[in-house]
């Protein structure tokens, strides 16, 4: 085999996927059942790059050539980049010797629209197929759907992957046809219906048969570019509840835009990537998800941002204090999870260890919740709380005041006159 | 007054010790392991001396009173080998037959705290290695790979790679600790290598087949290329994987 040459795709075709911020190879329970290889049932991620990412899969495009010319996309059609295309058994080889070595969970195998979106999805198919039936492979296998691929192609993705997803790239429709022309949303829209369905008939099978095929054990996931296009938070979060609820979708990821282009419809090379929103968002679609939250709790007409200084659990706190202070030995669990410095571990072993005996402010803190932040909401076993009568601005000012943010590069200081 | 039992570090030293604490009615205790200087003067000293009956006793007790997924988790804490004069497993055990009620939420209890912490320090030592074992093919097929892990967890991995790794022969090997586990296509074992100079550890694991490090440098040159410059984070970075472990991984060395 010509290494160098491997080499080099390899370079340029991991560098071209790196932008699809998901990783994650967990929520399959793919087992090893044939004394194969591998098995697909813990998210591990095996290392981290510099910027501080999961490494989890081999994520790479089979190939860069692209008939699009999408504003945002490195592997557009105008942008002037060197060209790469593995064959099949390139991405089989590199997947079990990766794999064997222990230095990943699986494939992440995504790729630009050679000819048509048919012809590219049936590639990759036909990876995943190999890997599942000449090797034996149980690892995590992730799919990227191409827009417009037909449903016999998207079954057949689903017999052999754990997760499949359509990136929704733009948080909505205008965005999308101002950035990506050749695009149609409804093309992303239709796969992910069939995908649902494929889903929930598949569950219903597994109820009869216990031996039914799996079907994308780890269900559909999507994506959408974050800062590119004018949508605020409002927007974004909506549309992503709307994929959860309506698409049963497992994940909905949000990557901050990494400029790449001197395109006039996009931010100037020389913008920074939007970290701190990214972040912030991500917290909101936890508490969406693990926290009981509304999304028209987080953001709604009157709150259409999220707050970039404090988190969005204690922004919702400090714009709600006439629930609080909540005396943290009887609150309800549901109520005890919407206290800001308080996460779902914390919540749960609050709400067994108070039955053994009350709980005061040693024991929480012992118990890991976040005390400068959750005093302010809270009673406990003790005499000691916060009695003085504060304002939501005075809290936030307070804990701002003695919390460092990893964001906050220039801590302000006060003028030294003298 | 307090009484010092010295045991032999095992997980069965400690159920002895827990039994004759109960058996001599022993109030105070401290427990070190063999060999090491209590450093007081008026306390009572007893060995314990390890035995499988005790212990089996002790430990169907407990069976009875918290989930045997509770007692797994002592057994993870004992792993963690931690020396603590006031032994968090023993104050553990002791506050499990103390009580009528099940204990293992009683997270207000020192004891019950400290295990929990300790156990999820272990936890996180053996998802690591599960994430930064890293094998290399050896000529005869088998991958081998070195550990220097913080706490003695490789009885906690041995399930999670034979399983996944069924059809390969390996062999994980902890340096610190000189033992390694070895997978022969059927059952793990517990083996020890030799590396003197003359001995065959070393002349197994010099020995890698030719693909090899080539699959290393296509492993390197990847982790570099899925690095994004503009958002470099080193702080975060060496969190996820800090300096330690840097050793053992191909894509940092």
């Known amino acids: 085999m010509d290494w160098d040459r491997i080499q080099e795709k390899l370079q340029i075709l991991a560098d071209a996927a790196k932008y699809d911020v ?6 399959s329970k793919r087992k090893n059942e044939n004394n194969g290889l591998g098995n697909a049932s813990n998210g591990i991620c095996h290392t981290y790059t510099e910027d501080g990412r999961c490494v989890s899969l081999l994520k790479i495009l089979l190939t860069n050539h692209c008939i699009f010319d999408c504003a945002y996309c490195v592997s557009r059609k105008s942008n002037d980049i060197k060209r790469a295309a593995f064959t099949v058994q390139e991405v089989v080889d590199l997947t079990i010797n990766f794999y064997r070595r222990n230095y990943i969970e699986g494939l992440f195998l995504s790729s630009g629209i050679f ?6 999805m049936e590639r990759l198919v036909r990876v995943a197929k190999k890997l599942r039936t000449e090797h034996n492979f149980n690892g995590y296998i992730h799919l990227k759907s191409i827009p417009g691929a037909s449903d016999e192609l998207m079954q057949e993705a689903g017999l052999y992957a754990d997760r499949l997803s359509v990136n929704l790239e733009m948080p909505t429709e205008e965005g999308l046809k101002l950035l990506a022309p050749d695009k149609n949303r409804q093309d992303m829209i239709k796969p992910m219906g069939y995908l649902k369905n494929q889903l929930i008939l598949h569950t219903e099978e597994k109820k009869l048969f216990k031996k039914a095929p799996m079907f994308a054990p780890a269900g559909q996931s999507t994506q959408m570019v974050i800062g590119a296009t004018p949508e605020n938070d409002h927007h974004i979060l909506f549309t992503a509840n709307h994929f959860y609820k309506s698409f049963n979708m497992k994940r909905v990821y949000y990557s901050g835009y990494v400029p790449i282009s001197n395109d006039k419809r996009l931010p100037g090379l020389n913008t920074a990537v939007p970290m701190v929103r990214e972040n912030r968002l991500y917290q909101a679609d936890w508490l969406m998800r693990f926290y009981g939250f509304k999304v028209n709790e987080i953001v709604n007409d009157s709150v259409p941002h999220l707050d970039l200084d404090i988190d969005p659990k204690l922004s919702w706190a400090i714009r709600n204090m006439q629930l609080f202070p909540v005396d943290i030995n009887k609150a309800d669990l549901q109520v005890i999870l919407r206290i800001p410095g308080i996460g779902v571990l914390s919540a749960q072993k609050i709400v067994k260890a108070r039955l053994f005996s009350k709980l005061n402010w040693e024991n929480l803190k012992q118990i890991g919740v ?12 003790s005499n000691a709380f916060e009695r003085r009568d504060l304002t939501g601005t005075n809290i936030k000012q307070f804990i701002l005041a ?8 220039n801590k302000p200081s006060q003028l030294s006159l003298f | 007054m307090i009484t010092t039992l010295f045991y032999d570090g095992s997980f069965e030293g400690i159920l002895t010790a827990v039994f004759e604490i109960y058996a001599r009615k022993l109030k ?11 450093g007081a003067m008026f306390t009572d000293e007893l060995t314990i001396i390890t035995d499988d009956n005790r212990a089996r006793r002790v430990l169907q007790g407990l ?13 993870a804490a004992h792993l963690a080998e931690i020396l603590e004069e006031d032994n ?7 506050y499990v037959f103390d009580n009528d009620k099940n204990i293992e939420d009683d997270y207000g209890n020192r004891y019950v705290l400290r295990i929990s912490e300790i156990v999820r320090m272990v936890r996180r030592e053996k998802h690591r290695m599960e994430a930064f074992i890293r094998f290399k093919k050896l000529k005869d097929e088998t991958f081998y790979a070195t550990v220097d892990p913080d706490f003695n967890v490789l009885p906690l991995i041995l399930k999670h790679f034979r399983k996944r790794y069924a059809d390969q022969k390996w062999i994980i090997y902890d340096t610190r600790r000189a033992f390694g586990l070895y997978y022969d296509l059927h059952q793990v074992e517990y083996i020890t290598l030799d590396f003197s100079e003359e001995g065959v550890g ?3 694991v010099s020995k890698y087949e030719s693909d090899e490090g080539i699959y290393q440098v296509l492993w390197k040159e990847y982790f570099k290329s899925v690095n994004i410059g503009s958002r470099k984070n080193n702080k975060l970075h060496l969190r996820h994987v800090p300096k330690r472990y840097w050793k053992n991984l191909t894509e940092k060395l």
Not at chain 2, 63 to 75: D, E, F, H, N
Not at chain 2, 88 to 94: C, L, T
């Open chain 2, 63 to 75: 069976t009875r009173k918290i989930a045997s997924a509770g007692v797994q988790r002592l057994y």
């Open chain 1, 370 to 381: 976040a005390i400068n932040r959750a005093r302010y909401f809270i009673t406990c076993n």
């Open chain 2, 28 to 38: 105070h205790v401290k427990l070190l392991p063999n060999g090491t200087y209590s």
């Open chain 1, 115 to 120: 000819k048509d979106a048919d012809f590219t």
């Open chain 2, 202 to 204: 070393k002349s197994i």
């Open chain 1, 22 to 27: 998901s990783c994650a190879s967990s929520g």
């Open chain 1, 402 to 409: 003695e919390s460092q943010s990893k964001y906050l590069k």
């Open chain 2, 88 to 94: 968090p497993i023993v104050g553990y055990m002791r």
